[in-house]
């Protein structure tokens, strides 16, 4: 169909718009394939943490070995603001390029090491020290990327629609996670799962080395950022962006708003709807994990495109609205939809099937006291509407008889994995994608905010920390801290102790809301030098 125009005006403006769109078009899918597999890389850690607890960690204590792997998790976010001024300085000297082109390569190859560390049990404390390392190197180069490639793409749209360029950037992050996702189901699935857990954990890590050789190549390619260039043509970039960023009174009350305005909230609703919400369903409501990770995937697939709906809207309406709209949300929200969450399985309420109830039992040898055996239960209910719960657990049997409580043993739970029907899936899935749809809303405006908070001579050092310190200390310590509130809760006798976890991310949310609204400038116009 061909175009017609009313005079060669229109036709040359209707060319130069095709071929700005054109380039931006090549800016995000070369930003967006290197940002989208550092995610990937960075939580594909988090996503297999309750396999790892299991490798790096001691086994003698579950919980204590799961708060640890959540720890180094959270050790990798905690080092993202240090990576943000280390890089952001660099992006802001040097050039957006180059700089994310060598945190790409860190990220990389850290992540592939990763996957090659020996287990707690060949090599002692040495592997936990090891992955601490690796872990903390992804966290700098993470702390380098985001940045550069949201000021990279910004520095290439029109002003008018950077809400929108920019949100393909922020799909990135949710895209990483859900192929991450994708990958670790694939390899269960296509192993045992006795394979999967001797040494196929380790191929999502492996495959990261292949991803991050393609992105480097098509980011070797990309040009410089039009506006960094002709700032750097015409002498206006900084020798000092640390100094300029945060010695400058005037720029540091702006690098504090960004971050106790607006993205301390942010961050901890991104972990919330997309880790601890997967966290809580495998940990807290015991769900099969191969599970938990079909339901997250769909349910980040489904709302990974409200991203760019948001950031187009806040084209229209002002980042300010639809940021803080999304914490209040949430904030709302959280209690009541974990609480519909956590009793949707409801395996007290259910019935058995006729016959329904199958238990094997095998002994052994205590491996430390050798008079003494353990025995194991190994018991699979089915319940009339199709769901399912196997539960492996342990009675340790010495001389002197069993562990007896209420005139039975008492077994020790090690293992329960509940596959929940179809109509409890759906409710899964629904849950959780309400969740993501908060994510969108706060996160989808907040690189085109962030960008035109501050100028080019210091804009990526200058959104780079407080994004980092938001996301990565605030939004990167939840499921740590969550997770240990709820078992402090279960411990302590809390009737709902199972939300108690939440009250995390409610207070921080609530906090930024409340100082984002009163101070946050509602019109957002771009700071110029």
């Known amino acids: 169909m061909s175009q ?21 078009w090549g800016v995000i899918m070369a930003s967006s394939l290197g940002t989208l597999i550092e995610w990937y890389d960075f939580y594909i850690f988090g996503s297999l943490a309750v396999v790892l607890a299991t490798k790096f960690f001691p086994a003698d204590n579950p919980t204590a070995a799961f708060l640890s792997t959540l720890a180094t998790f959270a050790a990798g976010f905690v080092v993202r603001p240090f990576g943000a001024l280390f890089f952001g300085r660099l992006g802001d000297m040097i050039g957006r390029k180059y700089t994310f082109l060598v945190t790409l390569l860190i990220m990389g190859f850290s992540t592939f090491l990763i996957g090659c560390v020996p287990s707690y049990e060949t090599i002692g404390f040495i592997a936990p020290v090891l992955v601490l390392i690796l872990r903390l190197l992804q966290g700098l180069a993470l702390g380098g990327e985001y940045g550069g490639a949201a000021t990279y793409v910004a520095e290439y749209a029109q002003p008018g629609r950077r809400g929108y360029w920019t949100s393909w950037i922020q799909t990135t992050a949710t895209a990483g996670l859900f192929i991450s996702l994708i990958v670790i189901l694939v390899t269960k699935t296509s192993l045992t799962a006795e394979e999967f857990d001797n040494w196929g954990w380790r191929i999502p890590f492996w495959i990261s080395i292949l991803m991050v050789g393609v992105s480097y190549v098509i980011r070797r390619n990309m040009k410089e950022s039009p506006l960094f260039a002709k700032a750097k043509k015409e002498g206006k970039t900084s020798s000092n962006p640390l100094k300029e960023s945060f010695g400058n009174r005037y720029n540091f009350k702006f690098v504090l708003l960004a971050l106790f305005g607006a993205v301390m909230g942010q961050g901890v609703i991104w972990y919330t709807g997309q880790f601890y919400a997967m966290n809580f369903m495998q940990k807290v409501m015991n769900i099969d994990s191969a599970q938990v990770d079909t339901m997250m995937a769909l349910a980040l697939f489904l709302a990974t495109p409200f991203f760019v709906f948001f950031g187009w809207l806040s084209d229209k309406v002002g980042r300010k ?9 949430a904030i709302l929200a959280y209690r009541p939809i974990y609480d ?4 949707s399985v409801g395996i007290t309420e259910k019935t058995l099937e006729k016959n329904g109830v199958t238990e094997k039992r095998t002994a052994k040898l205590h491996e430390k006291i050798t008079t003494d055996s353990l025995i194991t239960f190994h018991t699979e209910k089915i319940f009339t509407d199709g769901t399912s719960m196997k539960k492996d657990s342990i009675v ?3 001389p002197s008889g069993p562990i007896i409580k209420d005139g039975k043993p008492e077994p020790a739970t090690l293992k329960t994995a509940i596959t ?3 109509d409890t899936r759906w409710l899964l899935i629904l849950l959780v994608f309400i969740q993501v ?3 969108t809303m706060v996160y989808g405006p907040i690189a085109a905010f962030l960008v035109e908070m501050f100028p080019v001579r210091i804009r990526y050092t200058s959104m780079s920390l407080p994004y980092h310190i938001g996301n990565g200390v605030f939004g990167g310590l939840l499921p740590a801290v969550a997770t240990y509130l709820v078992t402090s809760g279960k411990d302590a006798g809390h009737a709902q102790w199972y939300l108690e976890g939440l009250w995390y991310p409610i207070v921080v949310a609530g906090i930024c809301f409340v100082i984002g609204l009163i101070y946050l400038n509602g019109k957002d116009k771009e700071v110029t030098d």
């Open 340 to 343: 519909k969450m956590f009793k």
């Open 321 to 329: 609205p639809i940021i803080l709209l999304g914490m209040l949300i």
């Open 4 to 24: 017609h125009f009313n005079s060669q005006q229109e036709h040359d403006a209707y060319v130069e718009e095709k071929k700005k769109n054109s380039t931006i």
């Open 420 to 422: 929940v029907n179809s």
């Open 396 to 398: 340790h049997w010495s």
């Open 437 to 439: 749809i908060f994510v």
